[in-house]
């Protein structure tokens, strides 16, 4: 479909649904029923603060989404990748515990790895007014206790800044209540198919501290189920090893010295503990069917090829302050301030990945390539920032303007200690530059980051009909990153660098009401993702042609990004319903694609000149009586690339560098994907009864540009056994998979009953056992392994709520 085809449907589609949004006596006659009848999960109401000041969700002139925390239990919603699967073109990639790539409306550059700290986010992350987004370890915060999450598609740089190139998402939380005495409470207890028992308990009270301030304190746990099982050297299986906890706290402090002042300060402190990975080996060059010279494995569904645990801890705290002050004239003054500081220890079993260098490359023997190879990654950040706005407003104006500034650190290193190395093989390993005897690869990597900007956006009603939105934000950034290397498969030495850039990001939306029912948007903004500096390659491990492929590549460009979108939010069922639709075109030029450098085991930042996503959303949500509501969303995206990439050999043959290719698909998200839930109540005595179900079709999707490469989902198991010993000579030549994930369906269910103090329900989250394939995981560019991430197995279970 082209562009200007899919804006004419769009507005089409509009008008149509203006027309017959009008009450019928039908729907009149039950809107009593609609209001009193417990569990009710449509409001026509919804308050959201998407453009930094309150209004009502269908007002808000661009596409915004906002489901509650009761909606999203409802639909068996945890954690960011699942509220992902309910909202339409919104899509997180899960890579493994703590680790996701979160992306929206198409716009994606591939997954993001560990060892690169330096890399941005497409997608800023909020709680509440503090950021807390980081690439690949945005924080998956405990949804309890929350009032909503705002999912804002499209780009959002002009009042939320750099990371929101492609749309922003903000988990809101309850705010402390002064004069009121409340609390409640959740407990469950779950079984996950073929895997093991997990629960949580949570709680929150509000609590008055005298009459002009209110304390709000929320703590979970929750125990986390593992399902995967991992096959030993001895072929002995440890099962259930992807178990884990997650606990946190949050303390909130409302305080009104004045009339006029407001002072919020906050704490939230999380730790997630898992003991290992939600993998699947498809291929391992140490366990698999074809080797003849040792045991053959083929490995189960949910099985992985490990010879030791893979344990991740993520230690993350925030505190922040806001201040509220009203000032004469209609003024308002906020003041946001906000610290954090996070930790990541991830330890990986990367013995196939030193198996392949050590025994396919180098040629050593056995015993040396099966020594225990741990890759240790140690991440740290902190973080400080500072927004100050002024807003004021009137019947035919709004306006904000602020300031913003912000100071980050983050310290990442990486460790591979071979334990016996030097003893067995009499090669020294220690090196000039941090490097300890046995340790083959040793980083420590420091960024320091350094953004201000200044911004500002003003609504003006420009008749009794239409509003004109204009805003801007200017940005300024510095960015500075010191590295060493050292170790027998690194380039030893130290490296310094910095990178910066400034710029203006503007929006400009128009907002027309067509009729009582039906509002019009339009709008053109602008995205931007901030450059930086690449890591050096691993050059003792690169082959020639990898070397001269990959070479030269020190530091990347911004990203920037063009939106232009149409759409229409329609009241429906006689205010009981919405009908939204939107169509969207992205431009996006230097597009920041992750390259895997084949052989060098590392990972690059190459600028795409050209990209683009041009899509359609639509969603209906409505409850035409008291005893059914339902949503219904789906979004479609053609994102692909617009420029090619290629290098030149040394024989003069010209090829495309990792499938940079104009016309292939942008990696990890679907072209389409739908959500379809409904909740069904009646009337039980004293209680409510409800049965709710919600259904997820995610479409295929690649999770790298280079997973379009000529031959790629090709492994030559020829060439690695004819180089070396490991586990050769081997009974097949090739070893092939498809990179292109298959769609998946997932869903849930949940059956309850509640009144005004208790809600108990049973759960069936992934009722159908489907196992998706959530992302390619991979070592040395397939010489070393082939996997895949997995979701969870269907999960039943019990959980109760408690208000008192």
């Not at 741990?374 to 709004?398: F, K, M, N, V």
Request: charge should be negative; proline fraction near 5%; include cysteine.
């Amino acid at each position: 479909m082209t562009r200007p085809a899919l804006l004419s449907l769009t507005f089409a589609f509009a008008i149509l649904w203006g027309g017959i949004a009008t009450p019928t006596a039908a729907q009149e006659a039950g809107e009593d029923e609609a209001r009193t009848m417990p569990g009710q999960t449509f409001s026509e109401e919804l308050t959201v603060t998407a453009r930094k000041r309150e209004e009502n969700v269908q007002e808000v002139p661009f596409s915004v989404v906002a489901p509650s925390e009761d909606v999203l239990r409802s639909r068996g919603a945890g954690n960011l990748e699942e509220i992902a699967a309910n909202v339409a073109g919104f899509t997180v990639q899960n890579l493994g515990p703590g680790q996701s790539q979160v992306a929206m409306r198409g716009v994606a550059a591939g997954q993001i790895v560990r060892d690169q700290p330096g890399v941005k986010e497409q997608v800023g992350i909020y709680l509440d007014e503090s950021v807390i987004s980081l690439s690949l370890f945005t924080p998956d915060i405990d949804l309890f206790d929350m009032s909503r999450v705002e999912v804002l598609r499209g780009p959002q740089g002009t009042l939320f800044g750099s990371g929101s190139l492609a749309g922003t998402v903000r988990y809101i939380t309850n705010q402390p209540e002064i004069g009121v005495s409340d609390g409640f409470g959740e407990f469950s207890l779950n079984s996950v198919g073929g895997g093991g028992m997990g629960g949580d308990a949570k709680v929150a009270v509000n609590v008055p501290v005298g009459d002009t301030s209110a304390m709000r304190i929320t703590a979970w746990h929750t125990a986390l189920a593992g399902f995967m099982d991992a096959v030993q050297p001895d072929l002995s299986v440890d099962e259930d090893v992807n178990s884990g906890a997650r606990t946190g706290a949050r303390w909130a402090l409302r305080f009104e010295p004045s009339q006029n002042v407001t002072v919020t300060p906050r704490l939230l402190y999380q730790e997630v503990e898992m003991d290992g990975w939600n993998r699947i080996d498809d291929f391992n060059i140490l366990a698999n069917p074809y080797t003849t010279t040792r045991p053959a494995v083929d490995l189960g569904e949910r099985q992985l090829f490990t010879q030791f645990e893979e344990p991740t801890t993520d230690e993350f705290l925030l505190a922040d302050v806001k201040v509220e002050i009203d000032l004469p004239d209609g003024y308002y003054f906020t003041s946001i301030t906000s610290a954090t500081d996070r930790d990541v220890l991830v330890v990986r079993d990367s013995t196939a990945l030193y198996a392949s260098v050590a025994g396919a490359t180098i040629g050593l023997p056995e015993p040396v390539y099966t020594l225990d190879a741990p890759l240790i990654d140690a991440t740290t950040a902190t973080g400080l920032t500072q927004e100050l706005r002024l807003a004021s407003g009137d019947e035919y104006t709004h306006w904000v303007l602020g300031v913003f500034h912000s100071t980050s650190e983050r310290d990442y290193g990486q460790s591979l200690p071979v334990t016996g190395f030097e003893s067995m093989t009499g090669t020294p390993t220690a090196g000039a530059f941090g490097a300890a005897t046995d340790e083959l690869f040793y980083s420590d990597l420091s960024y320091e980051f350094d953004q201000t900007a200044a911004f500002f956006e003003i609504t003006w009603t420009a008749g009794e009909r239409l509003d004109l939105t204009a805003g801007a934000r200017w940005y300024d950034y510095e960015e500075a990153r010191s590295q060493v290397f050292d170790g027998l498969f690194a380039d030893p030495g130290p490296t310094e660098g910095q990178t910066s850039a400034d710029g203006v990001a503007p929006r400009f939306i128009a907002s027309f009401e067509a009729t009582e029912n039906t509002q019009l948007n339009a709008q053109i903004s602008k995205g931007f993702r901030l450059g930086g500096i690449n890591d050096p390659l691993n050059v003792p491990v690169c082959t020639p042609e990898d070397l001269a492929t990959f070479s030269g590549r020190e530091s990347w460009e911004d990203e920037e990004l063009w939106n232009v979108e149409i759409g229409s939010k329609s009241t429906v069922l006689g205010g009981r319903g919405a009908f939204n639709i939107a169509a969207f075109t992205m431009d996006i030029s230097d597009l920041q694609t992750t390259v895997t450098a084949g052989s060098c085991s590392s990972r690059l930042i190459f600028n795409v000149p050209s990209a683009r996503s041009t899509g359609l959303e639509v969603e209906i949500t409505g409850q035409p009586t008291g005893a059914f509501d339902f949503a219904i969303s789906a979004s479609y995206a053609d994102s692909e690339l617009g420029s090619t990439l290629t290098s030149t050999g040394a024989d003069g043959t010209i090829s495309v560098v990792s499938g940079i290719e104009k016309g292939n698909r942008l990696p990890t998200v679907p072209k389409f994907q739908a959500a379809v839930a409904a909740t069904w109540r009646w009337e039980a005595g004293a209680w409510a009864g409800y049965l709710s179900s919600a259904f997820q079709h995610v479409g295929s999707r690649f999770t790298q540009i280079g997973d379009h490469a000529p031959g790629f989902g090709t492994v030559d198991l020829l060439a690695l056994s004819a180089t070396n010993p490991v586990g050769g000579p081997l009974n097949q030549t090739v070893f092939r998979f498809d990179p292109e994930l298959p769609a998946y369906d997932l869903l849930n269910l949940r059956l309850g009953f509640l009144n005004e103090r208790w809600d108990i329900a049973l759960f069936a989250n992934n009722a159908l056992d489907e196992r998706a394939l959530l992302a390619l995981d991979q070592e040395r560019g397939t010489r070393a392994r082939v996997g895949y991430l997995t979701n969870q197995p269907r999960t039943i279970g019990i959980s109760s709520r408690i208000n008192f």
